[in-house]
Antibody, heavy 118, light 110 residues
Framework: EVQLVESGGGLVQPGGSLRLSCAASGFTFRSFAMSWVRQAPGKGLEWVSTISIGGGGSAYYADSVKGRFTISRDNSKNTLNLQMNSLSADDTALYYC??????????WGQGTLVTVSS | QSALTQPASVSGSPGQSITISCTGTSSDVGGFNYVSWYQQRPGKAPKLMIFDVNNRPSGISNRFSGSKSGNTASLTISGLQAEDEADYYCSSYTSSVTLIFGGGTKLTVL
């Protein structure tokens, strides 16, 4: 059974940083692209970033986070990460870890909440 | 890049069929057969219902179907059931090597 479990969310001040992680199990992690999708409270879904297969996989970012967020993966630990810097209130959202490429996401975690507020 | 355009809400009675539209441009929906649809129930994570325009993942009812014409994709749910009440989102790959979602449609089963 595929499981994706996010962690690392919390309350952070504007301008601060946070690192999200996603522990994956139930599939061959190194063989699949992985992504982050976020959802602001009461709003719709927004794609954030995707990383392709391979230890140094190619990374893709939404314009709204480019230059501030960095996606990475550790295939030895079956873990996906998202380093978020220069956070603002607009980044407040539930962040989902998803399995999939830029075509579709077939499995989703339950999300970790990031709140940016002073 | 603006979100794909979906109606804010649709409704139907049990047993009926409904269709949700998703309109983009030639740089996304119209340019690639990479449209997918997600169902999200309150407080839950989204669930993939349709991928690559008209393909259903294993375990998804054949009451759900997808199609595309030009820059507009559609999700049709036939034999509407109470459990289908949820928010539905479309998404598409784009020519900028990104992915874009629609604004979401709230489906109410009357």
């Amino acid at each position: 059974e595929v499981q994706l479990v996010e962690s690392g969310g919390g309350l952070v001040q504007p301008g601060g940083s946070l690192r999200l992680s996603c522990a994956a199990s139930g599939f061959t992690f190194r063989s699949f692209a992985m992504s982050w999708v976020r959802q602001a409270p009461g709003k719709g879904l927004e794609w954030v970033s995707t990383i392709s297969i391979g230890g140094g996989g190619s990374a893709y970012y939404a314009d709204s986070v480019k230059g501030r967020f960095t996606i990475s993966r550790d295939n030895s630990k079956n873990t996906l990460n998202l380093q978020m810097n220069s956070l603002s209130a607009d980044d407040t959202a539930l962040y989902y870890c998803t399995k999939g490429v830029l075509r579709y996401f077939d499995y989703w975690g339950q999300g970790t909440l990031v709140t940016v507020s002073s | 890049q603006s979100a794909l355009t979906q109606p804010a809400s649709v409704s139907g009675s049990p047993g009926q069929s409904i269709t949700i539209s998703c309109t983009g441009t030639s740089s996304d929906v119209g340019g690639f057969n990479y449209v997918s649809w997600y169902q999200q129930r309150p407080g839950k994570a989204p669930k993939l219902m349709i991928f690559d325009v008209n393909n259903r993942p294993s375990g998804i009812s054949n009451r759900f179907s997808g199609s595309k014409s030009g820059n507009t994709a559609s999700l049709t749910i036939s034999g509407l059931q109470a459990e289908d009440e949820a928010d539905y989102y479309c998404s598409s790959y784009t020519s900028s090597v990104t992915l874009i979602f629609g604004g979401g449609t709230k489906l109410t089963v009357l």
